[in-house]
């Protein structure tokens, strides 16, 4: 499998910046995504990576390092419905995908 | 259809019984998943289809649980014999292939 971590809870203030970091084992590696999840819904995709830098989309972005196992998540300009659980998820083994427990970010005014 | 559906939406069972949940992915997505998620827990895999080819089910927990899918079709996931550890949101999700699973909505679970 795929052992990948990711801080359990963050806090952090509207309008600001937070980094959400994700580790993994590299073995298999065919890559990584980043899924948000509201309390009480289903995960909904936000992005993908499976190069080496930076994927920017609109206010979020994601970073991987496939040499470092290594991925961040960073929303920009944090709104109050940026509160949710968001999961890491790397895709190995052809098309198979394992999930982080998730990280739950808390946006406070 | 438009995307993923699951049903029931909610089930309430009694320990012992047999449960079957249902998945219709979208259609012609060739790779489809379960997962579960115990309450503020992360996914679970339990159970990978993709085309024809023999499934994965390295993630499920016991002989309780089995799944079937017909092609590129509906999948029923079935808990025999239910615990209370069983209950839990199932969730589907379906792939093109390609990048971007599209999850269903969940079938609540709740065993008595």
């Known amino acids: 499998g795929q052992n990948i971590d990711q801080p359990t809870e963050m806090t952090a203030t509207e309008g600001a910046i937070v980094q959400i970091n994700c580790t993994y084992q590299?073995?298999?590696?065919?890559?990584l995504f980043w899924y948000q999840q509201h309390a009480g819904e289903a995960p909904t995709f936000l992005s993908y990576?499976?190069?080496?830098g930076l994927e920017e989309k609109g206010r979020f972005s994601s970073f991987l390092s496939r040499s470092k196992g290594y991925s961040y998540l960073l929303l920009k300009e944090l709104q109050m419905k940026d509160s949710a659980s968001y999961l890491c998820?790397?895709?190995?083994?052809?098309?198979?995908?394992?999930f982080g427990t998730g990280t739950q970010l808390k946006v406070e005014l | 259809g438009a995307g993923v559906s699951q049903s029931p939406s909610n089930k309430v069972t009694e320990k012992g019984k047999d449960v079957e949940l249902r998945c219709d992915p979208i259609?012609?997505?060739?790779?489809l998943y379960w997962y579960r998620q115990r309450l503020g827990q992360g996914l679970e895999f339990l159970i990978y289809?993709?085309?024809?080819?023999?499934?994965?089910k390295s993630g499920l927990p016991s002989d309780r649980f089995s799944a079937e899918r017909t092609g590129e079709s509906v999948s029923t996931l079935t808990i025999q014999r239910t615990q209370q550890e069983d209950s839990a949101v199932y969730l589907c999700?379906?792939?093109?292939?390609?990048?971007?699973?599209?999850f269903g909505p969940g079938t609540r679970l709740t065993v008595l």
């Open positions: 590299t073995s298999g590696f065919n890559g």
């Open positions: 999700a379906s792939s093109p292939g390609q990048p971007g699973v599209v």
């Open positions: 289809f993709q085309g024809n080819s023999a499934p994965d």
């Open positions: 998820a790397t895709r190995w083994g052809g098309n198979k995908l394992t």
């Open positions: 259609s012609g997505h060739t790779a």
């Open positions: 990576n499976v190069l080496d």
